[in-house]
Each structure stands twice: as structure tokens, then as C-alpha cells.
């Protein structure tokens, strides 16, 4: 499995933009689909949003769709989210997951075999 380590968080005002980053181990990052979740307190872990292996194609919950975005560069073992026009409801521990073997977007917390161990997101209204 791939180790996969976030960073980026902090605590930020409503409107302010942030953009996390997750490190992966290993030299097969290329063949791995990769995916954010979010969880807040008392909640559900949520999708937010997820990459297929070339970055062809994205997908996104429909609460960050227009706001956030997902990126990758399989040269430097990284994944961003990108996150603008942050507001209260943002607020949670931000994941990064990868699958592997997968040609797709998986949007189901099933559906990855790996995670990071998550960067906070705090935004005050």
C-alpha cells in the first residue's frame, strides 16, 4: 500500500482560500486513483472530491463543486485540493486516499485502500 501523508490545513476566515497537499511513498503513485474526504466533528466521513490516475478527469461533491479543485502531478508523488471561497461548513479533518487498480473516480470511502493521517481545516465565520 501506498503511504500517503497531508498538509496544508489551518484555521482561516470565511472567503479565504487554502490548498492541501498529499505526499505519496512508493513508484506506483501513477496507478493509483485519488481521492479527499472530510470529516466533521460528530459526522460522517464525506467525499469531497477525486482524480483518476492520469488526471484526465475529476469529480466533486456537490457542496465544493465551483469552489475547490483537484489536482495531481504523478512526477512529484503529490495531490492538491485546492480551496477557495472557504465557508464555516468546510470545517473538518480533510483526508487524501488512493485506490488502486482503478481506471475511475471512486466516490465511496469503500472504495480506497489507503489514507492519510488528515490535516485540519477550521474556518471562522
Known amino acids: 500500500q501506498v503511504q500517503l501523508v497531508e498538509s496544508g490545513g489551518g484555521l482561516v476566515q470565511a472567503g479565504a482560500s487554502l490548498r492541501l497537499s498529499c505526499a505519496a511513498s512508493g513508484h506506483t503513485f501513477s496507478s493509483y486513483a485519488m481521492g479527499w474526504f472530510r470529516q466533521a466533528p460528530g459526522k460522517e466521513r464525506e467525499f469531497v472530491a477525486a482524480?483518476?490516475?492520469?488526471?484526465?478527469?475529476?469529480v466533486y461533491a456537490d457542496s465544493v463543486k465551483g469552489r475547490f479543485t483537484i489536482s495531481r502531478n504523478n512526477n512529484k508523488n503529490t495531490v492538491h485540493l485546492q480551496m477557495n471561497s472557504l465557508i464555516p461548513r468546510d470545517t473538518a479533518v480533510y483526508y487524501c486516499?488512493?485506490?488502486?487498480?482503478?481506471?475511475?473516480?471512486?466516490?465511496?470511502?469503500?472504495?480506497?485502500?489507503?489514507w492519510g493521517q488528515g490535516t485540519q481545516v477550521t474556518v471562522s465565520s
Open positions: 486516499a488512493a485506490r488502486e487498480g482503478t481506471v475511475g473516480t471512486p466516490d465511496r470511502r469503500i472504495d480506497y485502500d489507503s
Open positions: 482524480i483518476t490516475r492520469t488526471g484526465g478527469r475529476t
